[in-house]
């Protein structure tokens, strides 16, 4: 995931440095080579030819513990780098999984919500067909009315909560740069509410991914949560 990377690239460098401090305690032998060929050097008539070759062995018997203390203080930055990006990953799996539930939970609510303002529409109708009958007084017409505005003020706050955490939940997993263009509106909108819709949008989105993660389509949510804990845990 995008989230890790970070990490990783300094558990990467922290690693690289260690096996550069590690070299640092080993000899460095040098292989030195000379070969001339002269001829009326100084305006003289002369010739000389010469060859050497020459091994050179280069060891720190002792700098004041110096190459250890710095093997010593890479081989701890590497601990800390891998305690950090252990770190980083939980909190991401952590995040991943609240956003998850957010989507999930929206995605039951949302029906709900729809279903409370078809009732409440139904009632403000009969209401207001009562009221002009005489067997509804108006007081009554206008608090179904209120009760109709105050179900859909709660229906598209909930549908924005649902966008909001569909677009969390993609952020979080790195992949909400390629998901949005999928979607005619610009924002996902979720109308299809299975628990695996938004699992399979990111596994068509990461095709590599997809070919070992293979999930039914009717798969329970839990199951589909599993997946995508997985995926961001890569």
């Known amino acids: 995931s995008p989230a890790l990377q970070g990490s990783e690239a300094d558990l990467e460098a922290a690693e690289s440095e260690k096996k550069m401090a590690f070299a640092n305690l080993f000899p460095k032998v040098n292989l030195e080579m000379d070969l001339g060929n002269n001829a009326n050097v100084s305006g003289t008539r002369s010739y000389t030819k010469s060859a050497s070759a020459m091994i050179q062995l280069q060891y720190n018997l002792f700098r004041g513990g110096n190459d250890w203390a710095r093997h010593r203080e890479t081989a701890n ?38 279903h409370n303002l078809a009732v409440q529409e139904r009632v403000a109708t009969a209401y207001q067909e009562e009221q002009a009958l005489g067997t509804r007084s108006h007081l009554d017409a206008l608090n179904a009315l ?4 105050a ?8 549908q924005f909560k649902q966008i909001f955490s569909t677009c969390e939940l993609f952020s979080k997993m790195g ?28 596994f068509d989105v990461h095709e590599s991914f997809a070919a070992t993660a293979i999930i039914p389509s009717d798969a329970p949510t839990t199951q589909a949560e599993d997946a995508l804990l997985d995926y961001v845990s890569l």
Do not use: C
Not at 106 to 112: E, G, I, M
Not at 176 to 202: C, H, N, Q, Y
């Open 175 to 202: 992949v909400l740069t390629e998901i949005l263009p999928r979607f005619p509106s610009g924002s996902p909108t979720m109308e299809t509410r299975k628990a695996m819709d938004v699992a399979a949008m990111v």
């Open 77 to 114: 930055r590497v601990y800390q780098s891998q305690e950090e990006l252990e770190q980083a990953r939980r909190q991401l799996v952590k995040e991943v999984s609240s956003a998850w539930h957010d989507v999930m939970n929206s995605a039951q609510q949302v029906p709900l919500m729809e």
């Open 151 to 158: 179900a859909q003020r709660t229906l598209v706050n909930e």
């Open 146 to 149: 209120n009760d109709v505005f």
